[in-house]
Nanobody, 118 residues
């Protein structure tokens, strides 16, 4: 079993920045795709960014050039640096870990709220 704990959410003005963190309870990055998803009220959960064990990254079109996903293997932590935030980025952000080779197990964090508003 793996626990994922997100932190770093909050209220920020449009154009501002936040960095989300996701701490895993043990070392898992070598075999898992780590991802950040978000879910806004009334909308489905969507993939924001992901990073594979080979460090290949993928981003939703809506965040390309503004968000950056990265990992610190020594700290078992994955980050999402969010710049130039927009009101439409407002959502609960979830961390996910999924086995790269089998697709399961699939772990989720509890989520952290990001609100972009003036």
């Amino acid at each position: 079993q793996v626990q994922l704990v997100e932190s770093g959410g909050g209220l920020v003005q449009p154009g501002g920045s936040l960095r989300l963190s996701c701490a895993a309870s043990r070392s898992i990055f070598s075999i898992n795709v780590m991802g950040w998803y978000r879910q806004a009220p009334g909308k489905e959960r969507e993939l924001v960014a992901s990073i594979t064990p080979q460090a290949y990254t993928n981003y939703a079109d809506s965040v390309k050039g503004r968000f950056t996903i990265s990992e610190d293997n020594a700290k078992n932590t994955v980050y999402l640096q969010m710049n130039s935030l927009k009101p439409e980025d407002t959502a609960v952000y979830y961390c996910n870990a999924r086995n790269y080779y089998t697709g399961y197990p699939n772990y989720w964090g509890q989520g952290t709220q990001v609100t972009v508003s003036s």
